[in-house]
C-alpha cells in the first residue's frame, strides 16, 4: 500500500465510524429543573412528559427532571431557561409579576374560582402570555392549574382580624399583598422548604392548594385549612428558543404532541388531587372545612381592591384579558 492508498483506507474508515456514530451524536440531552417535590402531581406530570419526548423523538431528545428545586430554585428557574443554562423547565409564572404584572391574571382573587373558570381565563390569556414569553427568549410547550387556592392556620380563624400580625409564607406578589391587607406578615418561602418554615416558626400561614399542604405534610405544623377558593395559579413548562429554533420539525411536532397531552393529564390530575388531598390534610388531624361566612365576606372585598390594583398594573392588556374572559 502506497501512503496515499493507506491514508484513504484510514479515511474511509473513519467515515464508516462516523457515519455509524452519527445518530449517537445527534442525541441531545436537556435538563429540566422543576421546583415542586418529586411526588408532586405536577413534577410526575412532567417524568411522565419527559419519557414521552424520550420516546417521540426515538432517544434523539431525552429529557431528565430534576424536581424539588434541586437544580435551580424556583424563582431561579425561568431567568436559566431564558440564558439557556438549562433547555427547559417549570415554573409558576405569576412569581414573575415584577416582570409584567399581566404574569399574575391567574392569581386575581375570585376572577376565576372553579377549574372551568379557569380553563376559560387561560384561553382568554395564553396569546398575550405566549407573547410576552417570545420577547424573553421562550417557547410555551404546556400549563396545569395547582387545585383552588385556601388558607392555612395554626389555629382557627373566622375573621380577617384574626389574622393579625400572623407570619404568613407568600409564594408570588399577590399573596404577599394579600398577607398585607389582612395586616399579615409575609415572608416568601418556596414550597420546597414550607415544612421546615412552619417548622422553626419562620411562618405560621399561608395560602396554597391542599395538594401543597399535603405534599409537604404541614399537618405536622398546621391544625385549619379554609376552603376559599380564591384562584388557580399555573405552572408553565417552558423551552429555550434558540435550543427549540435547532429542533427539528418531526421532533417539534413529537414534543408539542407530549406538551397537549402533559396538559390534559395534569388537569386531570389536578382535580382528581382536589379532594383526595384535602381528605389527606383531615386524615393527618387537621381540621378541613370552607371559610365561614363572615370570613370570606371580608376576604372578598380585599379581593376586589386586589382586583382593582391588578387591572391598574396589567394595564390595556390585563383588562383585555378580564374582557375576553367574561365575554365567553
Ligand atoms: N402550590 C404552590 C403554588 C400554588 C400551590 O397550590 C405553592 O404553594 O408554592
Known amino acids: 500500500m502506497t501512503l496515499t492508498t493507506r491514508l484513504m483506507a484510514g479515511a474511509a474508515t473513519a467515515a464508516l465510524t462516523l457515519g455509524a456514530a452519527l445518530p449517537a451524536a445527534a442525541a441531545e440531552k436537556w435538563d429540566m429543573p422543576m421546583a415542586y417535590s418529586a411526588s408532586n402531581f405536577h413534577s410526575e406530570n412532567g417524568v411522565t412528559f419527559a419519557e414521552c419526548v ?38 409558576l409564572l405569576s412569581g414573575h409579576q415584577n ?12 376572577l376565576a374560582p372553579s377549574f372551568d373558570d379557569s380553563e376559560k381565563l387561560y384561553d382568554a390569556a395564553k396569546p398575550k402570555i405566549e407573547a410576552l414569553l417570545d420577547e424573553q427568549n421562550l417557547e410555551l410547550l404546556y400549563a396545569v392549574p395547582w387545585p383552588p387556592q385556601g388558607l392555612y392556620f395554626k389555629k382557627e380563624v373566622n375573621s380577617v382580624a384574626d389574622m393579625e400580625g400572623v407570619k404568613f409564607r407568600s409564594y408570588n406578589n399577590t399573596t404577599s399583598r394579600l398577607a398585607e391587607l389582612t395586616g399579615m406578615l409575609p415572608v416568601t418561602v418556596e414550597a420546597a422548604e414550607i415544612s421546615q418554615a412552619f417548622a422553626t416558626g419562620v411562618a405560621e400561614s399561608m395560602v396554597s392548594s391542599g395538594a401543597t399542604g399535603y405534599d409537604r405534610k404541614v399537618w405536622e405544623s398546621l ?26 420539525d418531526a421532533n417539534k411536532q413529537a414534543i408539542m404532541t407530549c406538551a397537549a397531552e402533559a396538559e390534559a393529564r395534569g388537569l386531570q390530575a389536578s382535580k382528581d388531587y382536589t379532594q383526595f388531598t384535602m381528605d389527606g390534610l383531615a386524615e393527618g388531624g387537621m381540621t378541613v372545612q370552607p371559610a365561614g361566612d363572615a370570613l370570606m365576606g371580608e376576604l372578598r372585598e380585599i379581593g376586589a381592591t386586589m382586583t382593582s390594583e391588578w387591572l391598574e398594573a396589567a394595564g390595556d392588556e390585563g383588562k383585555a384579558i378580564v374582557d375576553t374572559f367574561k365575554a365567553q
Open 54 to 91: 424520550g420516546a417521540g423523538t426515538n432517544g434523539e431528545i431525552t429529557i431528565e427532571v430534576h424536581p424539588g428545586g434541586s437544580l435551580f430554585a424556583g424563582a431561579d428557574i425561568k431567568r436559566a431557561i431564558q440564558t439557556g443554562q438549562v433547555q427547559i423547565g417549570e415554573r
Open 223 to 248: 391544625t385549619h385549612f379554609y376552603e376559599v377558593d380564591a384562584w388557580l395559579p399555573r405552572n408553565y413548562v417552558m423551552v429555550n428558543q434558540d435550543v427549540w429554533a435547532d429542533v427539528s
Open 99 to 110: 416582570e409584567s404584572a399581566v404574569f399574575g391574571f391567574d392569581s386575581v382573587p375570585f
